[in-house]
């Protein structure tokens, strides 16, 4: 029977913030070794609880096990650990770059908490996605409200539960609903905003954080593109495609939504799509029954949307296609000679759905990318450096990536975020770290530093006018005219010659001394 979530009474809301605030206030997070303690207990919260997880995964999304290690609990305990290792020199201060002017004055970055900062995560990791952020907030020394997925009422009733339990109360508060339990939380002023989700629903918490100027980060989706080189290891791309296409269902932020592929290589890439299909999914009962072997919809209103998107498709169906609406179940699925104007191409997909978009070739697949929505990832497959920088340099994504799909956001050291309606502001590892950081600027000036900046105060005079000119910084030197916008500058080409005359004279002189040149000999 499917777990029932609690939602939060309204009412209380408001009294949580408070004593969020006040858990703030009391400076317990000031201690770094106290965010340790917590950032601690978040692993072994994730650790202990490992088969729980797993078990309220499988309810809410039908995740199979492998799908719950990898892409949830595994990079959950990643992303905590990685905040328990930063946190030490991440928020020490910094001193800027040397200034000769400011030197004296010892100016000083001090890496604060911003406050009391709410998260609002998306249903479809929903360990990943709420506790990876959280472990940053609490890394950086804020409190924290949590507002999980009302979509997976086992995991977020599971993470209400064991925070609880594993974490400080006055400092993390987890509060569950849909709708009114949200706009309750909107209506209140936090310190920062992390929402990841939709772009519509991220316009009305963009909307209701304006009124308060809170900051915020918008984490969202789209369609990301895959662009194909018919020179590209096919077998490896076919693999990490599907796969990318298959886990969890689709229902993956970075999942490539359709392929662009040269209209006479269509049919061979289909068919190795097939070959890697059948080997995936080799016995065809599995495909719809076994509990499991493929996630499942999140909601029956989720199934009933991808199944109308496949209903209305003009495109040809290679493979796939069953659709059991009961069990949330929709088939991994390719539809070949997608057009522009398909349902497949009219809105991200979020299910196992793989439209194929035939194109005359790379220029005319960048062109199709660049009028529309900045993706939030791209992908490309070629074993061609110039192909691939071709797409790496003639497109804006939030990230871009060759021959791989879906695993860039746990990359450690990346940063994670969209670019125009894919999102705003990154996270992960030291950049979630620093967005729920205040980059606080401090000055601690000694008197004598006016013996040479005494000009600056009135009466102002002529020759204290003249004085301030020693502030200015030494000026680059004029241009004579706009360089050229592309290839080599005609100076680096200079620079390239001599280097290149130095180099074989170099050669020719040391193999002269070792009597080693040797002459055509004309026989
Ligand atoms: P969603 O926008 O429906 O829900 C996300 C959160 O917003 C939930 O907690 C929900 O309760 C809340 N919410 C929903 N409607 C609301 C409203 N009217 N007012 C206030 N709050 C409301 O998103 P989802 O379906 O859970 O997630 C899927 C989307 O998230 C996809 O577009 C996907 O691409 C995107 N996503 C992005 C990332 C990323 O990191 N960029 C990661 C995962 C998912």
Known sequence: MATQLVYTPVESIEGIRTELRAGFASGKLKSIAYRKYQLTQLIYMIKDNMTRFEESLNADLGRPVLECRMLEIIPSIGEVAEQLNGVDKWSKPTKPPFSLNFAAMRPLIRHEAKGTVLIISPFNYPVWLSIGPLAGAIAAGNTVCLKPSESTPATSSLMTELIAKYLDNDVVRVVNGAIPETTKLLELQWDHILYTGTGRVAKIVATAAAKHLTPITLELGGKSPVIIDPACDLKTATKRILWGKVVNAGQTCVAPDYVLVPKDFQDKFVGALK???????????????????????????????VAGLLERTQGTI????????????????????????????????????????????????????????????????????????????????????????????????????????????????????????????????????????????????TNKSDATLRLMRSLPTRPTGPPALSGTSKWWGKWFLLALAVAVAGGLTSRLKMGSLSLPSFK
């Open 275 to 305: 070959e890697t299909y059948e080997e995936f999914y080799p016995d065809p009962d599995k495909r719809s029954s076994a509990p499991g072997a493929f996630s499942r919809l999140v909601t029956p209103q989720a199934t009933a949307r």
């Open 318 to 461: 290679v493979f796939g296609g069953e659709v059991d609406k009961e069990n949330k179940y929709i088939a991994p699925t390719v539809v070949k000679d997608v057009g522009p104007g398909d349902s497949l191409m009219s809105e991200e997909i979020f299910g196992p759905l793989l439209p194929i978009v035939p194109v005359e070739n790379v220029d005319e697949a960048i062109k199709f990318i660049n009028e529309r929505d900045h993706p939030l990832a791209l992908y490309v497959f070629s074993q061609d450096e110039q192909f691939k920088s071709k797409v790496f340099n003639g497109t804006q994504s939030g990230a871009v990536v060759a021959n791989e799909t879906v695993i860039h956001p746990g990359a450690d050291g990346l940063p994670f975020g969209g670019v125009g309606p894919s999102g705003y502001g990154m996270h992960t590892g030291k950049y979630s770290f620093d967005m729920f950081t205040h980059q606080r600027a401090s000055m601690d000036s000694p008197g004598w530093v006016d013996y040479i900046l005494k000009f600056r105060f009135p009466p102002y005079t």
